[in-house]
């Protein structure tokens, strides 16, 4: 299902960056540079080339993103399904040369490994971007089967999302940590 990924009107060099590489690492993820446009407009241009998800970003303290807001498009109205708040990130060109790859993702899967947080996180993901969660398994047997792997795990209490090529195993798309979530609807468990 093919996502459409925006940025908030007041955005700065380091917000569209990281629209980007969200684009980059994501399955079906296509850009749409906002400028001036209303957000009855975006919803418009996405019901007419038949997007059903959309991802806003939304500018944060320090010009960092700070919220990434997942809609769902249904006979032509927005749904907000999921808010992350971001509490920081890392872009693709942040990282060591030798430790990313520049790819395009057409396949992908939610992989995850910690605690209950972390989990709940995953299979909100799952839902917001119609994704297969997977977790209890060895994550070198799905190495391989997709291009991108969105890997959530904890580190000090904080969730982190790395998006991995399910080739390579580097980086390629931004670290993002998230300092809390609100979920709209309910949902059912995508697992396997």
């Known amino acids: 299902m093919a996502i459409l990924i925006t940025n908030s009107r007041r955005s700065n060099p380091r917000i569209r960056s990281f629209t980007k590489d969200l684009v980059r690492c994501l399955p079906q993820a296509f850009l749409l540079k906002r400028g001036k446009l ?5 919803k418009k241009i996405a019901s007419e080339n038949n997007f059903h998800k959309m991802i806003i970003i939304c500018r944060g303290l320090h010009g960092n993103p700070g919220k990434m807001l997942f809609y769902n498009i249904l006979n032509d109205r927005l749904k907000i399904t999921l808010i992350l708040k971001i509490c920081g990130i890392k872009l693709l060109r942040e990282f060591n040369k030798k430790d990313y790859v520049m790819s395009e993702a057409n396949t992908g899967i939610i992989y995850v490994s910690g605690n209950s947080k972390s989990l709940e996180i995953a299979y909100l993901l799952s839902d917001a971007l ?3 969660t997977i977790y209890r398994i060895p994550i ?13 795990y904890e580190n000090n209490n904080i969730v982190e999302i790395k998006f991995l090529d399910g080739y390579v195993f580097k980086e390629n798309g931004p670290l993002i940590k998230v300092k809390s979530f609100k979920y709209f609807e309910k949902r059912e468990k995508n697992e396997s």
Do not use: G, H, P, R
């Open 38 to 42: 209303s957000l009855n407009e975006i």
């Open 130 to 132: 119609d994704m297969k």
């Open 140 to 152: 070198e047997e799905i190495m391989c089967s997709v291009d991108t792997i969105i890997y959530i």
